[in-house]
């Protein structure tokens, strides 16, 4: 008998008029906004402003929504293309279905063509945006609970999470394990609260090592440490659940992709430690840039209410006109003077 277990919701959407609303939706936009806020607050710190974080948000978060359901068609395409599926649902992301690996790349390589282009340092974007990511996506794993998705094997554990087949989640409609039928009641690994959990306290540590090493580390260590958290994380977790998934050699592909992220965390934390560039003379160079953005800013809004104030109707507005000294308006070079040629011809009549 089952004394204890986690509820599922009996509910993963709303209506407000004509309009669905998704609570995957909510929980991933909610997470957007919590990490545009932490990575804001400590790129501040290191001289730049809000709004860059924000034009760079919103380069990197279309890119990165992109890559993670492409990651997501591209390892499961039978869903899409095969004989049972359907192409349309490409573009139905709140079904579920979003690669995280397809999002840090597409939206990684945004936010770096954009830092290129504006010249701020990718390091420190990196860095600032480390324990941001691991927030934003242990929130979007609560949209996960509503779905009723991406849960593990059959557990007897007091923390067991529990199905139910009220509302429109998709959860429900899984395989229990290795595609046989699960006994009503049966009680599963919750793998979206594990790594809610375990991205939580990522971001915590990652917070605490900042803090403490920023004089040591060099800049972008800290977005390796991310890397190195999130997929040793991912692994265990990964090995639990009991959702679709092709594998190689026995083992799911997210895996072997953690496994090999991993590795290519601990190389890149060498690298950076080795060629990368201390925060604080990264940190002067964004000052810098900052700096430069605000007097052109200043510059243009200056030249831009100089000209709305001028008023073609006010005489004081005008040019002034030389007086002659029998206190007559002078012709100027312009006017018509009986005797003189036109302006801008030659002695011979043609345009000189």
Not at 65 to 76: F, P, Q
Not at 95 to 123: D, Q, S
Not at 287 to 315: I, K, Y
């Amino acid at each position: 008998m089952t004394l204890s277990y986690i509820p599922s919701p009996t509910i993963s959407e709303f209506t407000l008029g004509p309009v669905t609303i998704h609570f995957y939706a909510l929980c991933i936009l909610t997470g957007i906004v919590l990490a545009v806020w932490m990575a804001s607050s400590h790129w501040k710190r290191l001289g730049g402003n809000f709004d860059q974080i924000l034009d760079i948000t919103l380069c990197s978060v279309p890119a990165g929504i992109i890559g993670a359901r492409l990651y997501h068609v591209i390892t499961t395409p039978e869903r899409f293309f095969g004989p049972t599926g359907n192409w349309t649902d490409m573009f139905r992301i709140w079904k579920g279905g979003m690669g995280i690996w397809g999002g840090v790349f597409l939206g990684a390589l945004a936010a770096w063509a954009w830092c290129r282009h504006k010249h701020y340092p990718m390091a420190l974007l990196a860095d600032a945006l480390a324990p941001a990511l691991l927030v934003a996506q242990a929130v979007g794993r609560i949209g996960n609970w509503f779905n009723q998705e991406l849960y593990g094997r059959p557990t007897t554990l007091p923390w067991g999470l529990k199905l139910n087949s009220a509302g429109a989640a998709i959860g429900h409609g899984e395989q229990c394990y290795d595609g046989s039928t699960c006994p009503v009641g049966t009680l599963f690994q919750p793998t979206f609260l594990y790594e809610m959990i375990w991205d939580l306290l990522g971001a915590l540590l990652i917070v605490w090592i900042g803090r403490k090493t920023m004089q040591v580390l060099k800049a972008g260590s800290l977005f390796t440490i991310y890397i190195m958290w999130y997929t040793a994380g991912r692994t265990w977790i990964e090995a639990l659940r009991i959702d679709f998934a092709h594998e190689f050699l026995g083992v799911r592909i997210n895996v072997w992709v953690s496994m090999g992220v991993f590795i290519c965390g601990v190389v890149a934390f060498v690298l950076v430690q080795r060629f990368g560039s201390m925060t604080s003379v990264l940190a002067r160079r964004l000052a810098e840039v900052t700096s430069d953005e605000q007097e052109r800013a200043d510059a243009h809004d200056a030249g831009h209410v100089d000209g709305r104030g001028r008023d073609s109707h006010d005489p004081s507005s005008s040019p002034a006109v030389p007086e002659s000294d029998d206190g007559h308006d002078a012709p100027t070079s312009g006017g018509d003077v009986p005797g003189a040629k036109p302006a801008g011809h030659s002695r011979d009549g043609h345009e000189s």
